[in-house]
């Protein structure tokens, strides 16, 4: 019988993993499956409990339930204990380990996929949720020549600054008027609903990547607004969906698959 993997979240059908893992799993000879699962938004531990019951191996988390993954690993990562969530968990004899592949995914799309440097940039990260939690140290590390976390509500941010420490600066997006960014990374929900943060004009320095962690709906209002605003390139997140995938991969098989020609596919036969 083959191995089984799923993603878990609610939403969940839009998720392209299914057929990532298929051609990680086709290019390195492995014998897995992999599948959607919707858990309510107030069921999370039950679907994960019956899905190891049945013999599931690991899982991909999804909104909204990163920070409960959070609390079910009883094994956690540095970098899922520095997130504070967690979109991986490997189910072990006598433990659930989690760990947190997002940064690894934002930073290898944005240096390998789309060329550009982190190092010296002015960077805005949207929204102070599970998404943004798991890229802050790893863009951290890139050593930009700042980090502004923004979100609706100052007081949210403040929390992530607090656990963060040196190196993050906070802000609500009213107060981001005036000032100017070489990256800005939308890692709210607001494209899940057709929404837009309430951002003010003038953010994009020029030649400036504009970055949705979304993917798969068309051009989010996020990107429209960007794209309006000038800056250039645009980019959603299929790319880090993709590169935060291999590193699940490897942690649960230990073997690295090539991403590109998983990309460049996924790119073919857009939804």
Not at 163 to 178: D, H, M, P, Q, R
Not at 243 to 256: H, M, N, P, T
């Amino acid at each position: 019988m083959p191995d089984q993997y799923a993603v878990i979240g609610n939403p969940v059908a839009h998720s392209r993993s299914p057929q990532i893992h298929a051609e990680f799993a086709r290019q390195t000879g492995q014998d897995l499956t992999y599948e959607r699962l919707l858990a309510p938004a107030n069921g999370f531990m039950e679907a994960v409990k019956a899905f190891q019951a049945r013999g599931g191996l690991g899982l991909n988390v999804t909104l909204p339930f990163k920070a409960e993954a959070f609390g079910y690993a009883t094994r956690l990562s540095g970098r899922a204990s520095a997130a504070q969530a967690v979109n991986t968990l490997k189910f072990e004899d006598d433990a659930v380990f989690g760990d947190n592949t997002d940064g690894t995914g934002l930073i290898g799309d944005i240096t390998h996929n789309l060329g550009r440097d982190i190092a010296g940039r002015r960077v805005l990260l949207l929204g102070a949720g599970g998404a943004a939690r798991g890229v802050i140290m790893p863009l951290l590390l890139q050593q930009p020549a700042s980090l502004t976390l923004a979100n609706r509500t100052l007081a949210k941010a403040q929390a992530l600054q607090q656990t963060i420490g040196a190196g993050l600066e906070v802000s609500t997006y009213a107060e981001l008027a005036g000032r100017q960014f070489d990256i800005v990374v939308n890692a709210t929900s607001a494209s899940l609903t057709g929404a837009l943060p309430q951002l003010p004009s003038g953010l994009f320095a020029g030649g400036a990547l504009a970055y949705d962690m979304m993917y798969g709906v068309g051009e989010t209002p996020f990107l429209a607004f960007a794209r309006v605003e000038g800056a250039a390139p645009l980019a959603d997140g299929l790319g880090m969906l993709v590169e935060q995938a291999a590193e699940s991969f490897f942690i649960w098989r230990g073997l690295r698959p090539d991403t590109a020609p998983v990309l460049k596919l996924l790119r073919q036969t857009a939804v």
